[in-house]
């Protein structure tokens, strides 16, 4: 568990930021130049901590989710239920308070982890375990000011990760746990992967900021998740 901290930043959009996608349920709010955020590792209890974590943030801030100007959650890949919990979640505060949504890639936002982590990484290859002996895949650019994907995102088998260019790569993600499952070129290629890198809601904020100066927010009826895997929805046994 993180606790709550501030961190000074240049003044930019009031933006409230949440992610559920993994085993951590994270929540961030960029306010007047300062982020104020929590991150919890608790697996399967993210509808219990979600809007507890939210409400505290915006009361230690106090302001109110109507003068904010956007909201931003975690629109997969990543676990099924906890994708669901946080477009649920997100949309419902968007409704009430008629505010727009930013839906923000989860790989992307571990990209943009790693690079704060890591300042000297220049390519990250991001895993998460998709379950079924399968991984969400990703690799991104780490050498501009947000992380720029250098493949689409997908699902797949270990054995079937590949990296799009032969150099020094960073790899993070529960996903790693499978690596020696995957080509020895990429085993090669990946240093000392880090596991338990999770796409924390205060990461998502620089990605989510640009999307909203992009012209990329949507009204909350059009959100939807990313799983990746066609037909997700559907599998019961899966959410």
């Avoid at 399967?44 to 230690?60: N, V």
């Amino acid at each position: 568990m993180w606790p709550h901290f501030l961190l000074m930043v240049f003044p930019m959009s009031r933006i409230l930021a949440l992610d559920t996608s993994t085993d951590a349920c994270s929540v961030a709010l960029q306010l007047d130049g300062t982020i104020l955020q929590e991150t919890r590792v608790e697996p399967r209890r993210h509808t219990h901590l979600l809007l507890p974590m939210i409400e505290q943030l915006l009361a230690e801030a106090g302001v109110t989710l109507r003068s904010l100007d956007a909201i931003a959650f975690g629109r997969g890949p990543g676990s099924f239920a906890g994708i669901r919990i946080a477009t649920g979640a997100a949309q419902g505060l968007a409704l009430g308070s008629e505010l727009p949504l930013l839906p923000v890639s989860t790989l992307a936002a571990m990209a943009l982890e790693a690079k704060q982590r890591m300042p000297e990484a220049q390519q990250v290859a991001t895993a998460l375990d998709a379950r079924m002996d399968e991984i969400y895949w990703g690799a991104f650019d780490l050498t501009g000011v947000l992380p720029e994907a250098l493949m689409a995102e997908s699902v797949r088998a270990p054995e079937q990760a590949e990296l799009p260019a032969d150099s020094a790569w960073i790899g993070v993600g529960s996903g790693w746990r499978y690596r020696e499952q995957m080509p020895s070129k990429v085993q090669q290629l990946i240093q000392s992967p880090e596991f338990d890198l999770y796409p924390r809601a205060e990461a998502m904020l620089p990605l989510a900021q640009a999307l909203l100066d992009q012209g990329g927010a949507l009204d909350p009826a059009e959100a939807t998740p990313v799983y990746l895997r066609e037909g997700s929805w559907k599998k019961k046994d899966q959410q």
